[in-house]
């Protein structure tokens, strides 16, 4: 089975304007997340890891930790960078993003020795101990995220320094999933009780889940579809980096599959 590490140091391999998931640098004592470039943008942006600024990745890679670094684009709180760029609808990189080449092997998704640190929990200790009811309609698990307020999930579910990465990762594990039926487009943010829980696809009602990342074979709603891709992503990320965070996100997520009608299928999948 292909695991996400090897997708991640699949597109590492990749020059840099080729690849199309975020990746880390380092000059000195500053790392910065370099997020691919968008189709529409002119040059990439390396955000900071320590506080919440970019700058664009032809200063950082001429002048290292002395470029000019701007506010980031989701502390304004209406989703416009310090250009002026309305970023509120450019949420769904999902178009842009595209895996390349072969998979390697033996690294993780940013070109360093694997560490042997355990994620939060196993999927199978996960399916274990949950107990699942399809008793309970979905509109009581979970809530759209108003559009006044989407610009704030990201950095609340995965945290500021990880949600470029985290997104990039969301998308191209749901390519994976679903290579048949997945073909980018817009997500929705859903939430319970104003925290936030996953994203899910909405450029169809169901899709097909086919993949080497998972035995599981079926197809699920777009609901449970990203659902399995945002579990994934959390899972992945608790092997990368240490977040109090993510582990809050993950248990989360966990704990409101309880009720949920497809709670079988999402389990099954990330078993």
Not at 132 to 141: D, E, I, K, L, R
Not at 147 to 171: C, M, N, Q, S, W
Not at 195 to 208: C, I, N
Request: aromatic share 12%.
């Amino acid at each position: 089975m292909t695991t996400i590490d090897e997708i991640f140091a699949d597109d590492r391999s990749n020059p840099p304007a080729e690849r199309s998931l975020p990746w880390e640098e380092t000059h000195g004592t500053v790392t910065v997340v370099v997020e691919p470039k968008p189709h529409w943008a002119s040059d990439m942006r390396a955000f900071r890891r320590t506080e919440q600024t970019y700058c664009y990745y032809a200063d950082w890679t001429e002048n290292g930790r002395r470029a000019r670094f701007y506010g980031h684009i989701d502390t304004s709180g209406d989703g416009r960078d310090d250009e002026g760029t309305d970023h509120a609808h450019a949420r769904d990189r999902g178009r842009t993003l595209g895996l390349r080449g072969r998979v390697l092997r033996g690294r993780d998704g940013f070109g360093r020795a694997k560490r042997e640190r355990r994620p939060v929990l196993s999927f199978s200790a996960l399916r274990r101990t949950s107990s699942m009811s399809t008793q309970v309609a979905t509109s009581h698990f979970a809530t759209l995220v108003p559009d006044h307020r989407r610009g704030k999930f990201l950095p609340t579910l995965f945290g500021h320094r990880l949600f470029i990465v985290a997104e990039a990762a969301v998308y191209t594990i749901m390519e994976r999933l679903s290579p048949d039926d997945y073909r980018g487009g817009f997500w929705n943010f859903y939430e319970h009780h104003d925290q936030p829980l996953f994203l899910a696809p909405t450029s169809r009602p169901r899709y097909r889940i086919e993949s080497g990342l998972t035995e599981f074979r079926g197809e699920v709603s777009a609901e449970a579809a990203g659902i399995i891709a945002t579990m994934f992503t959390l899972s992945h990320l608790t092997f990368q980096y240490e977040s109090d965070l993510l582990v809050e996100s993950f248990h989360r997520l966990r704990d409101n599959l309880d009720g949920h009608p497809e709670a079988s299928e999402i389990f099954q999948a990330i078993d």
